[in-house]
């Protein structure tokens, strides 16, 4: 099946400060790719949708400030947590689909702020 | 806004047990989806059920969708270890015209015991 590889797996960061996450389709382009965010032992919540070439849509709630998407590329989508505090920590996840189907994921990235 | 709701929220289960969790949106849906998702790991997509009614196996998994399109259910025969995890039923996302959006239930984290 498709692979959607995501980077880096784990990262802790120091409060205030903004770190990068990668979500990449590896053998397909992905016109648009999804964000979510999971607590420890939640549902997936579903946080930005990526649009490659245009503004990415956000879902209520989730501060587009906060989090900065870029999607340059069919092949690649950024989430930047700015500033990022505490509270920020959680498990976040992208995916792609080749279509009305199954959803492609990303390995997650679990971000801890300290 | 559409939900999904899944019961139930744990279950522990011996090992040669039977298993199910159950889905419910408050909105008919034009397909469902199943993943799997592994203690530390990421969604894996198990089927998609997009007829009223249908009924799909793999091997010890039976799916269901039922006949108003609004539940879902998944049935494991006789768990084994192997099948520790959460369970993910996921509807489209609300207003998703972008394929791969989904509404995820809250989950079902299956505990086996040996």
């Known amino acids: 099946g498709a692979v959607v590889s995501q980077h880096p797996s784990r990262v802790i960061c120091k409060s205030g400060t903004s770190v990068k996450i990668e979500c990449r389709s590896l053998d397909f382009q992905a016109t648009t790719m999804f964000w979510y965010r999971q607590f420890p032992k939640q549902s997936l919540m579903l946080m930005a949708t990526s649009n490659e070439g245009s503004k990415a849509t956000y879902e209520q709630g989730v501060e587009k400030d906060k989090f900065l998407i870029n999607h340059a590329s069919l092949t690649l989508s950024t989430l930047t947590v700015t500033s990022a505090h505490p509270e920020d920590s959680s498990f976040y996840i992208c995916?792609?689909?080749?279509?009305?189907?199954?959803?492609?994921f990303g390995q997650g990235t679990r971000l801890t702020v300290v | 806004g559409q939900q999904v709701m899944q019961i139930p929220q744990y279950q522990h289960v011996q090992e040669g047990e039977d298993f199910t969790t159950y889905c419910n949106s408050s909105?008919?849906?034009?397909?469902i989806q199943w993943y799997k998702q592994r203690p530390g790991g990421h969604p894996v997509f198990l089927i998609q059920l997009v007829k009223s009614g249908e009924v799909k196996k793999q091997k010890r998994l039976t799916f269901q969708f039922g006949e108003a399109k609004k539940n879902s259910s998944l049935h494991i025969t006789a768990t084994q270890t192997t099948d520790v995890g959460t369970y993910f039923c996921a509807g489209p996302g609300a207003g998703g015209t972008s394929y791969g959006k989904l509404t995820f239930g809250q989950g079902t984290i299956l505990t086996v015991h040996p």
């Open positions: 995916s792609a689909s080749l279509g009305n189907t199954e959803a492609f």
């Open positions: 909105t008919t849906l034009s397909n």
